[in-house]
């Protein structure tokens, strides 16, 4: 754990000392002001951000608690419609401007000059393609347009990466001041989103409904487990309105602070705490049944192990802590065995699995009294637990059956039974508590991801690999092909946020089936045009009462006969192919209007939407589908109610797109280029790609330097290695919810603080 130090006070240069109060006012104000209009929830952000940001001045560090948690559980774009600029800038915005305003934005700590010269030339790369400058004094509101064509799009991808930048001299501040009470916020923060996380999971599969019903527990236990529902998790994360990877890039993200938490937290309760944290993770990894996931969660685990062990050779010490090694050889040979468990023997063969990690523990508790005792209790049990997975096997009904298979089983429980008695022995020095979470990650680790390799869902995902693959490198291809050609575009980029537009105006076949809409104006009076597209669902959550007939009247205008359909669902984020929504619908059909505006209506009966609580199902979502061949509809003062209600909001398209979303169910290509590398290269080109992989490949190797003695940098570099591992097939970081995480990992590794002789001042602060 590091240790806190008392620090030079060299004191902060007046007139910077000025700037940076003037800086911070300025930014606050900034941050404030679209929120004097913004939708539903305006007035209550400001109020929250002023009290934030009082509290940050008593409390320093505690935006290590509430940005992580707010990243994961705080968006309200489905329902406000502000898409580009909403309540996470807010608060980030805030403790940019606390940082600056307390005199805690100190760019004397970042004394690193290479890695800070390095990180300088990256930004500025990535800006020179930037245009939409004006986002900085006049932050995006109310839009008119699909925002992924606007040139604000570009502050949506970039801002990660700013509020990284701008976060890591508040990071250097408190870090050197008090490393160890700063890192136990750190964990606290990132084991605490985790949780939110998990629980925010349970909530969108219906477990949490279940839980909180008082079910029976085989009810429970059937829909934590259920592994078979078409069903894809997307948190309450907006931005995977259109599909992306942005719950994986964040699971990934906060995995290597919860493994960091559970080997060096201060204290019994942290470790628990980062225990349950992991656990909420590996399940959110599991239900996720994104192949590159599961690959990239095992990498972080066995690089965390493998950079602990380096990191501590680095220091010196060589037989303090975990033996990490052993521990990941175990854990990948345990993976292993349960997986044959419990696809060639069911649950009972993963049942006895789990049982001999048990008694490895138990037995080499027995040999630290009596050696004989223990390996009696060794071989006794093995031959119990191995015999019932053989068994279990020759008796399940679903596998094919054969003593080849059997053997297999046998032997894969066999040798990772060996190196968890020897894992054992060599934890032999170590308190109980620690043996007991070795033990349980020996169980769980392999068992959620047997689970789920040997479910349903992930096998149906398995033998697409090679048509996916083959899909994959086809708009690879696309994308090469949408940029520029010109040598401009190739050393520096085609401009971040580019992409969506860039690939519609290319390839306008491609992009058909995800429609359009924008908001026009006739003479002062708005209304929406909304294009052909049986992908795309524009629509506003609203409460819905269930067994009540409500009405959909509109005013429409189209050159040619058109069909809307309306629908009131309960919706999260996006459908499965497969997946029964709990939906009902209703046409309407009307010909050529002329110039003129007609009005229309339609009757929808809700049934069960929107029975059960809300605690039990998704946000109850009214929804237009323009599913004409190719006639553009255009809407306006658009009203959905029971009787004289109306329940909608800007339905005549006044206020622009507030209170209004859409959704792409399946065409998820045309806005994401599903590569971080090939992201990096068109965004930014052959120079940006350059410099990415080089701070990458820097960030990764810290734990590596002879002068770093400290095991957080290990997770940092985790971290880092994880998304550049699942980056090879997703593009989380078109998300700025996860891109800070990852620029943060990066420039606070980087740039860290000296082992000794850091600048700053005395943390007076209790907390």
């Known amino acids: 754990m590091p240790s806190d130090r008392t620090i030079k006070n060299t004191g902060p240069n007046p007139v910077l000392n000025i700037f940076g109060k003037l800086a911070g006012l300025a930014l606050l104000l900034l941050a404030l002001c679209p929120f004097l209009s913004f939708p539903l929830v305006g007035n209550i952000s400001i109020a929250v951000a002023l009290v934030y940001l009082v509290l940050l001045f008593f409390v320093p560090r505690l935006w290590l608690l509430v940005l992580p948690v707010a990243t994961v559980s705080l ?10 600029f909403n309540e996470l800038d807010l608060l980030m915005l805030t403790t940019i401007a606390f940082a600056l305003l307390s005199g805690r934005f100190d760019l004397r700590l970042a004394h690193r000059k290479g890695a800070l010269l390095l990180i300088a030339a990256y930004c500025a790369v990535v800006l020179a393609g930037f245009s939409a400058w004006g986002v900085f004094l006049f932050p995006p509101e109310s839009i008119t347009g699909n925002p992924y064509y606007l040139p604000e799009y570009g502050y949506k991808l970039i801002r990660g990466m700013l509020w990284a930048l701008l976060l890591t001299p508040l990071w250097l501040n408190v870090f050197s001041r008090a490393r160890h009470r700063t890192v136990n916020w750190l964990v606290a923060g990132f084991c605490t989103a985790a949780l939110v996380l998990g629980v925010i999971v349970l909530w969108e599969r219906g477990t949490l409904g279940v839980l909180l019903s008082w079910s029976a527990w085989y009810h429970v236990v059937n829909s934590l487990l259920d592994l078979a529902s078409a069903y894809r998790t997307t948190g309450i994360f907006s931005d995977m309105h259109t599909g992306g990877e942005v719950i994986d890039g964040i699971v990934l993200l906060l995995l290597p602070v919860t493994l960091y938490g559970i080997f060096h937290g201060s204290g019994r309760v942290v470790k628990i ?18 192949r590159a996931t599961y690959v990239s969660f095992l990498v972080g685990c066995v690089a965390y192990a493998v950079l602990s062990m380096v990191c501590r050779w680095r220091a010196g010490i060589r037989q303090s802590g975990f033996p990490s090694l052993l521990i990941s050889v175990t854990l990948v040979v345990g993976i292993l065995a349960a997986w044959l468990s419990f696809s060639r023997g069911g649950s009972y063969a993963l049942a006895a699995f789990a049982g001999l990690a048990v008694f490895a523990l138990v037995g080499g508790w027995l040999a630290q009294r009596h050696r004989a005792l223990g390996v009696v209790c060794w071989v006794l049990a093995g031959s119990l637990f191995l015999f019932v997975a053989i068994s279990a096997h020759f008796d399940s009904r679903w596998v094919d059956r054969s003593a080849e298979h059997a053997l297999t089983i046998g032997l894969a429980q066999l040798l990772f039974y060996v190196l968890a008695m020897v ?21 769980m680790l392999p068992g959620i991801f047997a689970v789920a390799l040997g479910g349903y869902k992930f096998n149906e995902r398995m033998d697409t690999v090679a048509s996916d693959l083959d899909s994959r490198l086809g708009h690879w291809q696309n994308v090469v092909d949408a940029g520029s050609g010109s040598w401009r575009a190739r050393l520096l980029g085609n401009g971040v946020g580019s992409f969506p537009a860039d690939y519609a105006y290319l390839f306008p076949e491609k992009v058909s089936a995800v429609g359009s809409f924008s908001i026009e104006s006739d003479d002062g009076n708005a209304y929406l045009r909304l294009g052909p597209g049986e992908d795309l669902a524009f629509g506003q959550r609203i409460p819905v009462r269930p067994d009540t007939e409500y009405t959909v009247q509109l005013r429409v205008r189209a050159p040619d006969k058109a069909r809307l359909a309306v629908f009131i669902c309960e919706r999260n984020l996006i459908f499965a192919s497969n997946f029964r929504a709990n939906c009902h619908a209703s046409s309407i059909r009307f010909e050529d209007t002329g110039n003129h505006f007609t009005t229309v209506s339609t009757t929808l009966d809700s049934a069960n939407v929107g029975k059960r609580s809300r605690l039990a199902r998704w946000p109850t979502t009214l929804y237009l589908k323009n599913f004409s061949r190719d006639t553009v509809v255009e809407l306006d003062d658009v009203t959905f109610g029971s009787g004289n209600e109306n329940l909608l909001i800007n339905g005549g398209f006044a206020e622009g797109l507030d209170h209004w979303f859409f959704y792409n169910d399946f065409a998820h290509l045309p806005w994401h280029i599903k590569n971080i590398y090939v992201q990096s290269w068109y965004d930014n080109g052959w120079i940006g790609l350059g410099l990415f992989l080089l ?13 770093n003695t400290l095991p957080l940098y290990v997770a940092f570099s985790v971290g880092v290695i994880a998304i550049a591992v699942f980056g090879l097939f997703g593009s989380p970081l078109d998300s700025a919810r996860v891109s800070w995480i990852f620029y943060l990992y990066i420039f606070a590794s980087l740039l860290r603080p000296a082992e000794s002789g850091d600048v700053g001042q005395p943390d007076e602060a209790r907390l």
């Open 75 to 84: 968006d309200l774009a489905t329902y406000t419609g502000r898409f580009l």
């Open 273 to 290: 705490y980062a225990l349950v944290a992991f656990c909420a993770l590996a399940y959110c990894a599991t239900v996720g049944f994104t």
């Open 423 to 443: 894992l054992f022995v060599r934890l032999r020095t170590q308190p109980y508590f620690n043996q007991f979470l070795a033990v349980v990650l020996l169980v």
């Open 695 to 707: 701070l990458c490949l820097i960030a990764a190797l810290v734990p590596c330097l002879p002068q």
